[in-house]
Nanobody, 124 residues
Framework: QVQLVESGGGSVQAGGSLRLSCAFSGGTFANYAMGWFRQAPGKEREFRAAINWSGRPNYADSVKGRFTISRDNAKNTVYLQMNSLKPEDTAVYYC??????????????????WGQGTQVTVPA
């Protein structure tokens, strides 16, 4: 069974940076596309970034130029580098895995496995 464990969240001042990591286990990492989503209190889970098996990324418009998704297939890990953070980026961030390795999916329903989430807080 695939398991995903996020780390790297925390509290950072506006304009600062964080790097989230997601460790993948229980399957062949290269056979999965990966994504990052966020969920703020009272709101739906929202797409941030995705990366397919070959490393091709896809981003939500609101994070283009600020966030970078990457993967290390040798370490079974996907990363989300978040720069120029804003208070509106505050949320729980979730890592997700899709059994469609070529996809750069944006929809929650397109992912098969989810991590437990890591809190990112950017005080106003």
């Amino acid at each position: 069974q695939v398991q995903l464990v996020e780390s790297g969240g925390g509290s950072v001042q506006a304009g600062g940076s964080l790097r989230l990591s997601c460790a993948f286990s229980g399957g062949t990492f290269a056979n999965y596309a990966m994504g990052w989503f966020r969920q703020a209190p009272g709101k739906e889970r929202e797409f941030r970034a995705a990366i397919n098996w070959s490393g091709r990324p896809n981003y939500a418009d609101s994070v283009k130029g600020r966030f970078t998704i990457s993967r290390d297939n040798a370490k079974n890990t996907v990363y989300l580098q978040m720069n120029s953070l804003k208070p509106e980026d505050t949320a729980v961030y979730y890592c997700a895995a899709s059994r469609r390795p070529a996809a750069q999916a944006m929809g929650v329903e397109e992912y098969d496995y989810w991590g437990q989430g890591t809190q990112v807080t950017v005080p106003a």
